[in-house]
């Protein structure tokens, strides 16, 4: 069972009152002030040299972490990669690098470039692996990730400017799946529709709980919609900053600096509890996301619209200035065009990706 959210407001207000847009107005704006400063539109890239195109859009998953070193694999989710091929059979091909990589069922099916948990699946099953195959892209390659049973998710934001020798943790967010709360009258589908958040994504929630759609929560009851933790889903966040340790940003260090020239972005991680979480240990590392990462304290409940923009605007400078500073080193960002190549094969992608569970 998922960590349950304290009492208090499950959504900034800027959010429900915002559409995501036009929230994202601004930050573009500031995107492209920087931009015109540093003389590039795509300088972020060189931010991450490693990570194919720093990890700023349409990046490889599976190429960010076969770039962990010792300390990082031991606190990283075993995953098997599938290429789809056509004319082989797929699920054979997935069992075999599932026994390879020594990942058993469940199982997390997720696109290798995709973002916001789009096509993200739980998989328990032979039956349901060969169904979740059998409506991936031609060309595509998927992640087979051992699913981590776990009862907290957290989003911890890492940054080392390239002149430094340590780095350190300035977000951490803890981020509790789309649920809703029973009250001992309306059903769950009743308390979908009435949250104007979760409602945008009531056709994908009743899909997966057909039995229960119809039934009266209990008073209290906590009932989980989705495991896919995303904003676009209805995911809650909260802040939790103040409970980073010197113990937990040692460790984020230590599995950072292993990475080759990793100096800005967000581990996803699970963990056994927040008290765990503090000694830096009892958690294991889901993802990294690089250049491209948002802090997700600014979509806590509690978070307020111009906090939010000065935390954007302080993020991008930062890693425009980390950009600028490998570019003196010698690294080149990717170029305008390759950027917006890797833009649209993940969306061509994206669109084409089977419903999240």
């Given at each position: 069972m998922p960590l349950r959210p304290p009492a208090g407001p499950r959504y900034p207000r800027?959010?429900?009152?915002?559409?995501e847009r036009l929230f994202y107005v601004l930050p573009t704006l500031m995107w492209l002030t920087l931009s015109l400063r540093h003389g590039s539109v795509t300088l972020p890239t060189a931010a991450n040299p490693a990570m194919e195109?720093?990890?700023?859009?349409?990046e490889s998953k599976s190429q960010a972490l076969d770039l962990f070193g010792p300390t990082g694999r031991r606190h990283l989710a075993r995953f098997a990669v599938l290429d789809c091929v056509a004319g082989r059979d797929s699920t054979a091909a997935a069992l075999a690098a599932m026994a390879e990589a020594r990942v058993?069922?469940?199982?997390?099916?997720?696109?290798?470039?995709?973002y916001q948990g789009w096509g993200v699946r739980v998989l328990k099953t032979h039956a349901e692996l060969s169904d979740y195959l059998a409506v991936q892209p031609q060309g595509s390659r998927i992640l087979l990730q051992a699913l981590v049973d776990l009862p907290g998710e957290a989003g911890v934001f890492y940054i080392r400017r390239p002149d430094e020798a340590r780095g350190r943790i300035v977000s951490m967010a803890v981020v509790h799946p789309p649920h809703v709360i029973g009250d001992g009258r309306r059903t769950v589908g009743q308390l979908v529709q009435a949250d104007g958040i979760l409602r945008a994504n009531a056709d994908i929630y009743r899909d997966r709980h057909p039995k229960s759609w119809h039934e009266v929560l209990p008073e209290d009851a906590f009932h989980m919609l989705t495991?896919?933790?995303s904003a676009r889903l209805g995911a809650v966040y909260r802040d939790v900053l103040s409970?980073?340790?010197?113990?937990l940003e040692q460790v984020i260090d230590d599995i950072s600096r292993e990475i080759p020239q990793f100096h800005f972005g967000r581990f996803d991680i699970r963990f056994a509890s927040l008290d765990e979480l503090r000694r830096g240990k009892g958690f294991c590392v889901v993802e990294?996301?690089?250049?491209?990462?948002?802090?997700?304290?600014?979509?806590?409940?509690?978070?307020?619209?111009?906090?939010?923009?000065?935390t954007l605007w302080q993020q991008y400078r930062t890693l425009f200035a980390i950009g600028a500073r490998m570019r003196r080193q010698g690294v080149r960002p990717v170029g305008l065009l390759g950027m917006i190549r890797l833009q649209r094969q993940q969306e061509a992608l994206r669109r084409i990706y089977p419903p999240s569970s």
């Open positions: 800027f959010k429900r009152r915002i559409p195109a720093g990890g700023l859009w349409g058993e069922f469940p199982v997390v099916g997720k696109p290798d470039r995709g495991n896919a933790r409970e980073v340790t010197p113990e990294l996301n690089g250049a491209g990462a948002e802090m997700l304290h600014i979509w806590a409940g509690d978070a307020r619209l111009g906090n939010a923009y000065r």
